[in-house]
């Protein structure tokens, strides 16, 4: 069983309790990644080229 189908396992059995914790755990580490990502593009310039492309549609 792959670790990934074993947490799928533990998080169909935690209680509605614990399930909204995790949802709003996860919901903040997502977010945090996404905001990771924004900054590494807006570093690399992947944002100007996008806009760029954008402004010419």
Same mark, same amino acid.
């Given at each position: 069983?792959?670790?990934?189908?074993q947490l799928?396992?533990q998080?169909?059995a935690l209680?509605e309790?614990?399930l909204?914790l995790?949802?709003?755990w996860?919901?903040r580490?997502d977010?945090?990644?996404w905001?990771?990502?924004?900054?590494?593009?807006? /570093?690399s310039?992947?944002?100007?080229r996008?806009?760029?492309?954008?402004? /010419?549609?």
């Open positions: 069983m792959s670790r990934v189908e799928e396992q998080i169909a209680n309790d614990d909204r995790l949802r709003a996860f919901a580490f977010a945090d990644d905001d990771r990502q924004i900054v590494s593009d807006a /570093r310039g992947k944002l100007e996008l806009a760029a492309r954008a402004a /010419r549609t």
